[in-house]
């Protein structure tokens, strides 16, 4: 079974993030894996192996060296392709989407694309939507668990009361929630291994796209507002009712 | 040339090691200190990322990396948790060592894939009750009988011994006397369970309290003769080896712990304040921070030199001991500071450099006392004036 995992290299997220003049963020130092598509990454090596054959083919989009994409061949992905261009600078999620799009259309014969349900820097959440539509093909969000059998996928699909079962012909675009497998570390072997595994670097004009017209522009930027001071209930005796009130209107509990 | 940076591939291990040491290690280490627990899934984690068999060439199963790629991995586990780190060790420079260098290929094919993936452990007996500092005086024997070896005797201190995933112990015995009536000494594999082997019970440790650590006792127990590891009679130079490259390690394990205080002190002298300011404003703990760090540093090279000259086949045995010697007495140091930047909360378990403060005085022990490393030292440089 082949799967293409859409993965996204981002600003390693601990350390300061900066911004161009454009408002975009800076992408100049190592780029890492986005923990969110290590959980697609798992879960397309699991689907693999279980079927016994077929590849997991990495697609990006992204400046600079393609220091995540090692991450996931060290995991034991079998190959990836990487879209570099300067002219995708700034790009917003539709325009990701296209050249995602098309990055897939090269990829050859394939049963899922998977990918996270939102990326840790940019978290739009609309990438994988947008792939499916351009592509034609079904989208199952959130998955938890994800089955191939009989030329369908089987989904348990994430919902805030339980799951939903789901399923969709194959191919379909699958997005998967973050936290629902524990994503292998690289052993030693893996990333000596990754090294020779075949990584492709394309530029837009090897996409055969025209994207003359960007649909984004960053006008501003402004801090999130500082978080409002918290309710204070003074305890009369019964500030435990209070308490029980206003969680249950989160419904947190 | 010399090149002081790791190449991009130890750079990469490194850090998935940091982030395994982080997630998987970190959260249980105070807790396993606690209670003795010895985490059997920690070391299977470990064999997965190939830790186990790391420095070991790929024909046999290893990981094909160089001694120093290990070394730098080692420091990583080590900067979170010493016992896990002395597991790893004494799994790989010790449990799994002789077999790789010594094994034929039928001993290497029946004992080697469990140690070198992490389902199973190795330990080395060396050290006995009257024999310690002075390894050649081992009195345990074995006796060939037929087509067996029989062992009596016991050994002191083998880590890794009982726990419960231990597949070997390999042994130093006095299998002959020479007509000098000097003993000859070799190697020999005594597999868990053996009858006459007996594990005895765990010691209550100041430091490395979740590693596994017992005395041996040895009673008429039988193995086949096909256990000797190596010629009979080359035991003594085979662990001169083994403890050659052990040292390298135990540095490495210093290195971790020095490093682990430095980062634990700087962040306390930096948040915790004292009459109106920071305790790191004043000189008396800054200057600590800054002796601290110029000992990591030194530490580091030296192990890592060490391990370099190893990799490149050169003559290692005094630079692994200056490594062993300064890296477990700059850790010593490193933790008794780190106590003392710490105040109160340095003597409280709850805070990591009370514990690191206890796991580090047996790195001045281990594989060689401080004292045996400066005699290496001084004998080297007085047999041969010219390396001064
Ligand atoms: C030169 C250049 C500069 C860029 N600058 C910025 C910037 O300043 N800000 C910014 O947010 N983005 C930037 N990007 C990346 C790109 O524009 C974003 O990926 C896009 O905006 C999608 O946004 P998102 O993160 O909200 O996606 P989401 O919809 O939240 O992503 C969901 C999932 O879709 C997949 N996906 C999303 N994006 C990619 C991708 N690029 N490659 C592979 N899979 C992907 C992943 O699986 C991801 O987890 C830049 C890209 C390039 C090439
Ligand atoms: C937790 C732990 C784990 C261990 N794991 C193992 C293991 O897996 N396998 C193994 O074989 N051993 C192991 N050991 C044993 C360790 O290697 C020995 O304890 C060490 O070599 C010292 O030997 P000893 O304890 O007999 O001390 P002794 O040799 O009795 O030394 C006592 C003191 O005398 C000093 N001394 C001795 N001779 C001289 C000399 N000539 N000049 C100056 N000073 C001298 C020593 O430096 C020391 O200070 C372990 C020990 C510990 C504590």
Redesign the interface.
């Known amino acids: 079974m082949n799967i293409l995992v859409c993965v996204k290299q981002i600003p390693d997220p601990a350390g300061p993030q900066e911004l161009n003049n454009d408002n975009t963020l800076k992408r100049e130092g190592k780029l890492i894996l986005d923990e969110s598509d290590s959980y697609g990454v798992e879960i397309a090596l699991q689907l693999r192996d279980t079927a016994g054959e077929g590849e997991v083919t990495l697609i990006s989009m992204s400046p600079g060296e393609p220091s995540g994409l090692r991450t996931a061949l060290a995991m034991g992905a079998d190959k990836a392709i990487h879209v570099v261009d300067d002219t995708l600078h700034g790009a917003d999620a539709l325009s990701t989407a296209k050249v995602l799009a098309a990055a897939v259309q090269r990829a050859g014969d394939y049963t899922l694309v998977i990918a996270a349900t939102e990326s840790t820097d940019g978290y739009t959440g609309t990438v994988p939507a947008q792939l499916a539509e351009i592509l034609g093909l079904p989208s199952v969000t959130f998955a938890k668990s994800i089955r191939v059998e009989g030329g369908k996928v089987h989904v348990d699909r994430q919902t805030e009361a339980g799951y939903d079962v789901v399923e969709a012909d194959v191919p379909a675009v699958v997005t998967v929630t973050a936290g629902v497998v524990e994503p292998r570390y690289p052993s030693f072997k893996g990333i000596m291994a990754a090294k020779k595994k075949p990584l492709e670097t394309l530029a837009v004009s090897d996409l055969g796209l025209d994207l003359s017209s960007w649909g984004q522009n960053i006008v501003s930027v402004e801090d999130a507002p500082s978080r409002a001071a918290g309710e204070k209930i003074e305890d009369d005796g019964e500030a435990y009712l209070k308490i029980v009130e206003f969680l249950e209107e989160q419904k947190v509990i | 040339m010399p090149d002081f940076d790791l190449t991009p591939?130890q750079e990469?291990?490194r850090a998935?090691v940091r982030?395994?040491a982080e997630a998987e290690i970190r959260p249980r280490a105070e807790q396993m200190d606690a209670t003795g627990e010895f985490p059997v899934d920690i070391v299977r984690?470990m064999g997965?990322?190939?830790?186990l068999g790391?420095p070991f060439p790929e024909e046999v199963g290893g990981?094909?990396?160089d001694y120093l790629?290990y070394i730098v991995a080692l420091e990583e586990i080590a900067r979170v948790d010493q016992s896990t780190a002395i597991t790893l060790e004494a799994g790989v420079s010790l449990g799994a060592a002789p077999i790789v260098y010594w094994g034929t290929e039928a001993q290497r094919e029946r004992w080697l894939p469990p140690l070198l993936t992490g389902d199973g452990l190795a330990a080395f007996g060396l050290t006995e009750p009257d024999a310690g500092s002075d390894a050649g005086a081992t009195r345990t024997t074995a006796v060939r009988d037929g087509d067996e070896w029989v062992v009596n005797g016991s050994k002191a201190f083998i880590t890794n011994s009982g726990t419960e995933i231990t597949v070997l112990v390999t042994i130093a015995a006095v299998t002959s006397r020479g007509d000098d009536g000097r003993a000859r000494i070799s190697n020999i594999v005594v597999p868990s369970g053996t009858p006459g082997f007996v594990v005895e019970p765990k010691y209550a440790k100041m430091g490395w309290r979740a590693s596994d650590t017992h005395g041996l006792t040895f009673e008429d127990c039988r193995v086949p003769v096909e256990n000797l590891l190596g010629e009979e009679g080359d035991g003594f130079r085979n662990f001169l080896r083994i403890l050659d490259e052990g040292r390298i390690a135990i540095a490495a394990l210093g290195v971790g712990l020095a490093q682990a205080c430095l980062e634990e002190s700087v962040r306390y002298a930096n948040t915790r304040t004292a009459f109106g300011r920071p305790i790191g404003a004043n000189q008396g703990i800054s200057f600590k921070l800054a002796d601290m760090a110029v000992s990591v540093e030194a530490a580091r090279m030296l192990t890592r030199k060490a391990a370099w000259l190893r990799d490149l086949g050169r003559p290692f045995k005094q630079a692994a001991a200056m490594a062993k010697l300064y890296a477990s007495e700059a850790a010593v140091a490193a933790t008794r500071e780190a106590t003392q930047v710490f105040g109160g909360a340095g003597f409280i378990d709850e805070t990591p450099v009370s514990r690191y403060y206890r796991d580090a005085k047996v790195l001045e022990i281990g594989e060689g006392t401080s004292e045996i490393q400066r005699l290496i030292i001084a004998g080297g440089l007085l047999a041969d004036p010219g390396s001064a």
Do not use: K, S
């Not at chain 2, 997965?48 to 830790?51: I, M, R």
């Open positions: 591939d990469a291990f998935v982030d395994f984690g997965e990322l190939g830790l790391l990981g094909g990396a790629t």
